[in-house]
């Protein structure tokens, strides 16, 4: 089984792409948290995934959430390979050390990152990437699902994620900082001119955290966001921002159209 968070998609693709590779079944975090569905079993000699995105130097707070609400039926320690992929736009601190702590008594027996295109953007100096950019990170990531793909296949115990410099300063002062006060949906508003009340955001929303919502009939962000920034990034019209900081930002997420072209 392989569980799987994501917002813009890269996470998702990811996830996807490797079920299909090495027939896996996928297991969707947010569904999972919106259902109170915490208690799930293994099948005889299936493994366990783990494939989220990298926030702020560390595994995404609603995933660590999962995981402690978690429970599994069959686990044979010793037995039961564990792995987790995580994608990030550059580089992922101590998101390994993070997750494998959170993971308690389950051993985690490979970790591998992949490098997908920025999303981030609600910061100063965060913005999407260029077009070439783009194009040459999403055509390196299929390069890099075959190889963890093959990796996994053949039950891998091996470390292969890229922490960066000053990973303990990122992950061990910055993202608690994150966490703790950059992590609210507050600032997210939709333009009155621009906005048409599509529901594209409320049906994007992993957490059911976004309604159509007064006379106007606006999106109204409701205080569970996972900060995954679907909402802001999946708007056809861009009608939706945080604040005035990503008023002249980029947006992103991986549209059918590029997942075909990836294939």
């Not at 969707?28 to 783990?50: K, T, Y």
């Not at 890229?162 to 949906?185: A, C, E, N, Q």
Request: glycine share 8%; with cysteine; charged share 20%.
């Amino acid at each position: 089984m392989i569980y799987w968070f994501s917002g813009t998609g890269n996470s998702r693709w990811v996830a996807e792409s490797i079920a299909s590779k090495i027939g896996d079944r996928l297991i969707d975090i947010a569904g999972c948290m919106v259902r109170n569905d915490f208690r799930h079993q293994l099948s005889p000699g299936e493994c366990i995934g783990w494939v989220f995105p990298t926030y702020s130097w560390g595994p995404p707070p609603v995933v660590l959430d999962f995981v402690r609400q978690w429970h599994i039926d069959n686990y044979e320690k010793g037995h039961t390979y564990c792995y987790m992929v995580t994608t990030c736009g550059d580089d992922v601190g101590l998101t390994v050390d993070i997750f494998a702590a959170a993971l308690g008594f389950i051993d985690l027996d490979a970790a591998f990152s992949i490098q997908m295109p920025n999303n981030y953007i609600l910061l100063p100096g965060f913005d999407t990437d260029p077009a070439d950019i783009e194009r040459d990170k999403l055509g390196k990531a299929t390069v890099r699902v075959n190889e963890v793909a093959a990796a996994i296949g053949s039950r891998s115990k091996v470390i292969d994620v890229v922490t960066g410099s000053y990973r303990w300063l990122k992950s061990r002062v910055i993202r608690p900082f994150f966490v703790r006060h950059l992590m609210s949906d507050r600032k997210f508003a939709a333009d009155t001119s621009l906005c048409n009340s599509c529901g594209a955001c409320v049906a994007q929303c992993p957490m059911h955290n976004i309604s159509l919502g007064g006379g106007n009939k606006l999106p109204q962000w409701h205080g569970n966001c996972a900060m995954c920034l679907g909402c802001i990034h999946r708007c056809p019209r861009r009608a939706i921002q945080y604040g005035k900081i990503t008023t002249r930002k980029g947006r992103y997420h991986l549209s059918a159209a590029k997942q075909k072209a990836l294939k």
